[in-house]
């Protein structure tokens, strides 16, 4: 079985400052790592992932996340924030032995709020 | 190019009434995916599906929760006889049959289901 915890429930944030929010989650299979964000009033959408080879992902829009299988984590970063990054912020598992779309069972953290001010 | 449709995006039902929450996946989609989201928590992992088959139902409820995805039109899900505890954010998801890494799928905007 998997879980995953994003410890902090709400970051907030002024504009250009950096940010992290963590990830870590718990697994005694191998397993792909997601990150998905979800705007107001929006579906969610992902971010990045991590499937294999470089521990270092990045999105086209300045997000980064490491996958640290000693620590279990895979902690979200930016280093200058915009008010548009405002959003609620998904960590996400899935088992890497499941077949096919089987992969689309995903095992969610319980989000992180990002509010960036101004 | 529509994204995943899901109706209503606000449902309203008093305890004992019946919920039909609907979607249609992306254009060429074949794979249904149904989240619940509880009040403070993260989403959980309902059903999935495919064309008229039900491939992964463990996280389904095992009471008065159902879901069907029939050859013709959109995926259904079905709560009869609605508690409070019910009352949650439902989220369907899709993927195409082939081609996209394990674990990409494409989400609706949401179901929001409160129970009076």
């Known amino acids: 079985a998997q879980s995953v915890t994003q410890l902090d429930s709400q970051v907030p944030v002024f504009e250009e400052a950096p940010v992290e929010l963590r990830c870590n989650y718990s697994s005694s299979v191998s397993v792909y790592l997601f990150w998905y964000v979800q705007y107001p009033n929006q579906g969610l959408q992902l971010l990045l992932k991590y499937l294999s080879g470089s521990t270092l992902v990045e999105s086209i829009n300045g997000f980064e996340a490491e996958f640290n299988k000693s620590q279990t984590s895979f902690h979200l970063r930016k280093p200058s924030v915009h008010i548009s990054d405002t959003a609620e912020y998904f960590c996400a598992v899935s088992d890497r032995s499941l077949r096919g779309n089987q992969g689309g069972k995903l095992i969610f953290g319980q989000g992180t709020e990002l509010s960036v001010k101004p | 190019n529509a994204g995943v449709m899901q109706n209503p995006r606000h449902l309203v039902r008093r305890r004992g009434q019946e919920a039909r929450l609907r979607c249609s996946p992306m254009k060429g989609h074949s794979h249904v995916y149904w989240y619940r989201q509880l009040p403070e928590e993260g989403l959980k992992f309902m059903v999935y599906?495919?064309?008229?088959?039900?491939?992964?139902e463990s996280g389904m409820p095992k009471e008065r929760f159902s879901a069907e995805f029939p050859k013709e039109g959109p995926s259904i899900l079905r709560i009869q006889q609605v508690v409070r505890g019910d009352s949650a954010a439902y989220f369907c998801?899709?993927?195409?049959?082939?081609?996209?890494?394990?674990?990409?799928?494409?989400f609706g905007e949401g179901s929001r289901l409160t129970v009076l």
């Open positions: 998801a899709s993927s195409p049959a082939r081609g996209r890494p394990a674990g990409e799928l494409f």
């Open positions: 599906l495919q064309k008229e088959n039900i491939i992964d």
